[in-house]
């Protein structure tokens, strides 16, 4: 049997979901849950750990899902600008792509709800909030936040597999997530023509210093050493896509500045576990981002 067509099938797949940003998924989730831990008490018992990790399972079918909506809410868009995605080579079609975004939804909001009520619903809005997006609010002035909001549902959906109600103070944490990622939203808005001009040189400004919150929270804290470090490695792993794409960029390098602020978006999210005092999910979601990246190397992930 040749199994170079299902390879071929496979890989198509798992380009439509952007597999290695698939990564950085659990990172919202393990932040909620970890912030929501600390401010609530919550136990470490065997119960949270295990809806925990419905609520992870959950949150990863929720963004693989929202990715390949992404490319069905833009196939006419790619036909022309990414010929090469999945849909628009022919590799797999939008009825294929629809039922697929349908069956990983009711499975996430499904899994979501077997964790707890209010983590099923935090799942059927942040699929709610996916569909917003990439339907609707893409293209709009408030396109990028609506991306974070994508992003801050991720993390209610841990924040709520561990306590509810959740904290109030549980609810603002996740904002600085969605800041960052509606930051890298705005500058992936140019990565087809390239990265040129003041409304470029604020957006990729901006992401910088979101990038540098949770370190600065720590210092004004007077956090321990090891905790502001882990603060300022999202500025320092953007940084290093940003120094040879400023002032001006080509559309490549737009992307690299992207594609690293997909990962420092779980850079982002470890340090504010680290900020919470939980170093073991600090350390956890950096293996996850270390495990993205290197599959990163086989697949895109913008």
């Not at 390879?7 to 998924?25: G, K």
């Not at 992404?70 to 628009?88: K, L, M, T, V």
């Not at 009520?117 to 609506?146: C, H």
């Amino acid at each position: 049997m040749d199994r170079a067509p299902l390879m071929a099938e496979a890989r198509a797949w798992l380009e439509l979901i952007r597999l290695p940003a698939v990564f950085t998924a659990p990172a919202d989730v393990l932040a909620g849950a970890a912030l929501t831990g600390a401010l609530a008490s919550t136990a470490d018992t065997p119960l949270t750990a295990a809806r925990l990790a419905g609520a992870v399972l959950a949150s990863v079918a929720v963004y693989a899902a929202g990715m390949a909506a992404n490319d069905y809410c833009d196939a006419r868009i790619d036909a022309a600008e990414r010929p090469h995605r999945p849909i628009p080579s022919g590799r797999v079609t939008q009825a294929q792509v629809l039922r697929f975004v349908v069956t990983l939804q009711l499975l996430a909001v499904l899994v979501a709800g077997v964790v707890s009520v209010a983590t099923g619903a935090a799942a059927l809005a942040t699929v709610g909030l996916t569909w917003l997006y990439n339907g609707i609010l893409k293209d709009s002035p408030v396109g990028p936040l609506s991306m974070g909001a994508c992003r801050y549902g991720n993390a209610l959906i841990g924040a709520c597999a561990v306590a509810w109600p959740v904290p109030p103070q549980a609810w603002g944490a996740p904002l600085a997530t969605l800041l960052y990622v509606a930051a890298v939203t705005a500058v992936s808005r140019f990565e087809v023509g390239g990265g040129r001009g003041g409304a470029y040189r604020t957006a990729v400004a901006i992401l910088v210093a979101l990038s540098g919150i949770a370190g600065l929270v720590g210092a004004l804290h007077n956090a321990p050493l090891w905790s502001t470090l882990v603060g300022l490695a999202p500025t320092l792993w953007l940084l290093r896509a940003v120094r040879p794409a400023w002032p001006e960029a080509s559309g490549g390098a737009v992307r690299g500045i992207v594609m690293a602020g997909i990962f420092g978006i779980a850079l982002l999210n470890a340090a504010l576990c680290a900020q919470a005092g939980q170093p073991l999910i600090a350390a956890l979601i950096i293996a996850l981002a270390v495990s993205g990246r290197f599959v990163g190397r086989r697949f895109y992930s913008t």
